[in-house]
């Protein structure tokens, strides 16, 4: 069965860096795109990132643009979310999405457990 597996979360004073990571499992991961979503306290959910099968296109919301970078290893079948200038807007549950095409974002069909980050001073 598909599993995704996050972890990298923590608690980071505002303008530092957290890098998460979501290790896949039960599908082939080079045939689809994967994205983060992020969900705040009290808010609903916001796609963060996504990336598409072969690792070549990205794309990114334009509340993390030029601060986050999503990437992947494919022998290594995992997704990773590096997150640079962590402001405390940035605190929220992360999680790591399969979706169901190849280049296609915000279709996700599976879902991982979520890993906290808390941006605080």
């Known amino acids: 069965q598909v599993q995704l597996v996050e972890s990298g979360g923590g608690l980071v004073q505002p303008g530092g860096s957290l890098r998460l990571s979501c290790a896949a499992s039960?599908?082939?991961?080079?045939?689809?795109?994967m994205s983060w979503v992020r969900q705040a306290p009290g808010k609903g959910l916001e796609w963060v990132a996504g990336i598409n099968s072969g690792g070549g296109s990205t794309s990114y919301a334009d509340s993390v643009k030029g601060r986050f970078t999503i990437s992947r290893d494919n022998a290594k079948n995992t997704v990773y979310l590096q997150m640079n200038v962590l402001k405390p807007e940035d605190t929220a549950l992360y999680y790591c999405?399969?979706?169901?095409?190849?280049?296609?974002?915000?279709?996700?069909?599976?879902w991982g457990q979520g890993t906290q980050v808390t941006v605080s001073s």
């Open positions: 039960g599908f082939t991961f080079s045939s689809y795109a």
């Open positions: 999405t399969k979706e169901k095409r190849a280049a296609a974002y915000q279709q996700y069909d599976y």
